[in-house]
């Protein structure tokens, strides 16, 4: 079991691994390591938890509305004829994430665990965001992005490949540390995890990803309607000072979404005609779509697929590639998974586990309105953490079980 934990430590300093890896080492070990490691993590849980059942405690809806995805995903690379190459590939991002979350589901079964394990993710993601604010003060170019050379605004990526997933990754940490400074009781604690917030949130500005600004938004939304909904009275208030408050760089990069040039320029060739090309194709191919990992985003990409393009909205991505019934599956898991865990939050019976489930759902809401205008769901590391707090949510499922199973023994 203590070998085993270990795990949670890696996977807490996850994007640092994938960055020096990658950085330091041959390009085919940086491009499988994330395979070994997952291997590895399959073999130990084979070998020290094979007796556990946890699996049984997973509710039907969300049982169902996965194996829906998932058989529409297989039946559209068989019958579309998919190459092994690019279903190999492609299996390998949109599934392998998924099984990360074994290691949450199976280990955060003790308060103290998942503490440390939060902990230790909200040290690494200050520490990712630091070095993300030296590279906007200095404008250091990063190895993994060279776009900055091609645009007016400098834009961070820190230790990430872009700046959309850094702000997808920050999003969801800033779920946690801002639940945690709402419910957490202690001074010091509330004092630790508000700075944590502001350096975290002063790096998800400098991304200049609008998505993920309008996510955080609809998170803070959402953590202030659980914790006390009198705050939401003050909105019209934040909202009518936030432009004079914030740098003229981000208001700047808001204001040109009511900019109609911006409007022709992406519908001409931009996110707007890309979805439409997108819609297009679900509309050619409603059932199966033209199979997965043949028309969007980075695997049609790397595979030189003829006709593929980046579609920046995850969701007409699958329609286009698994057809409406394969989108509706995917859909019913994430719906699945929010109900489960707004359930579970009015459940929680202490105040930290709330803060805990609270940051999950922050998760859960700024993933999907994000991957409405990015592929989010396939940067490595944001999925991988996605489907990690999907599991550390089951993990409260499964303690929730136990403690009720020990009170029906008691009543006996």
């Known amino acids: 079991m203590v070998k085993l934990k270990h795990l ?34 399959l073999i130990a849980f084979l070998i020290e938890k094979r007796q556990e059942q946890r699996y049984l405690i997973v509710p039907k809806s969300v049982k169902w509305s996965f194996q829906i995805f998932l058989l529409f995903s297989i039946s559209s690379i068989i019958i579309n004829v998919v190459p092994l190459a690019v279903s190999i590939d492609v299996l390998r991002v949109v599934f392998q994430p998924m099984l990360f979350a074994i290691i949450t589901f199976y280990l955060l079964d003790e308060e103290e665990t998942t503490d440390a394990f939060i902990r230790l993710m909200v040290v690494s993601t200050v520490l990712i965001a ?13 190895v993994r992005w060279v ?22 990754y920050l999003n969801m940490l ?14 010091w604690q509330k004092i630790a995890y508000f700075a944590a917030s502001l350096i975290i949130f002063v790096a998800l500005l400098l991304t200049f990803s609008r998505g993920a600004w309008i996510a955080f938004f609809v998170m803070v939304l959402y953590l202030l309607w659980i914790w006390n909904k009198k705050w939401l009275l003050a909105l019209p208030l934040f909202v009518a000072i936030t432009p004079f408050v ?3 760089s981000v208001v700047q990069r808001f204001a040109n979404l009511l900019d109609p040039t911006y409007y022709q320029m992406s519908s001409e060739y931009g996110r707007i005609a890309f979805w439409l090309e997108a819609l297009q194709k679900i509309k050619e191919n409603p059932l199966f779509g033209m199979g997965l990992g043949m028309f969007g985003d980075s695997v049609p990409l ?15 991505k699958l329609g286009a590639e698994i057809g409406i019934f394969g989108l509706s599956g995917f859909l019913l898991l994430l719906v699945s998974l929010f109900i489960l865990n707004h359930r579970m939050i009015k459940q929680a019976p202490s105040n930290k586990d709330k803060a805990y489930l609270l940051g999950i759902a922050g998760v859960q809401i700024t993933m999907a309105i994000q991957n409405v205008t990015a592929s989010i769901f396939e940067a490595l590391a944001n999925a991988v953490y996605f489907y990690a707090f999907m ?3 089951l993990a409260f499922v499964w303690r929730n079980n136990i403690k009720k199973s020990k009170l029906s023994e008691r009543g006996k």
């Open 302 to 316: 790397r595979h030189n697929i003829p006709f593929s393009t980046w579609v920046d909205n995850h969701y007409l």
């Open 246 to 248: 914030m740098p003229d």
């Open 391 to 393: 599991g550390m949510l």
């Open 174 to 187: 800033l779920s946690f540390t801002i639940a945690l400074f709402l419910y957490i009781q202690g001074k």
């Open 147 to 168: 776009h900055n050379k091609d645009l007016e605004q400098f834009r961070i990526v820190s230790i990430f490949s872009n700046p959309n997933a850094l702000a997808g």
């Open 130 to 142: 630091i070095a993300g604010i030296i590279q906007y003060l200095f404008k250091i170019e990063s």
């Open 8 to 41: 949670l430590v890696l996977l807490a300093i996850y994007p640092w691994l994938d960055f020096v890896i990658r950085l330091g080492t041959p390009t085919i070990i940086g491009s499988i390591w994330d395979d070994l490691f997952l291997l590895v993590i």
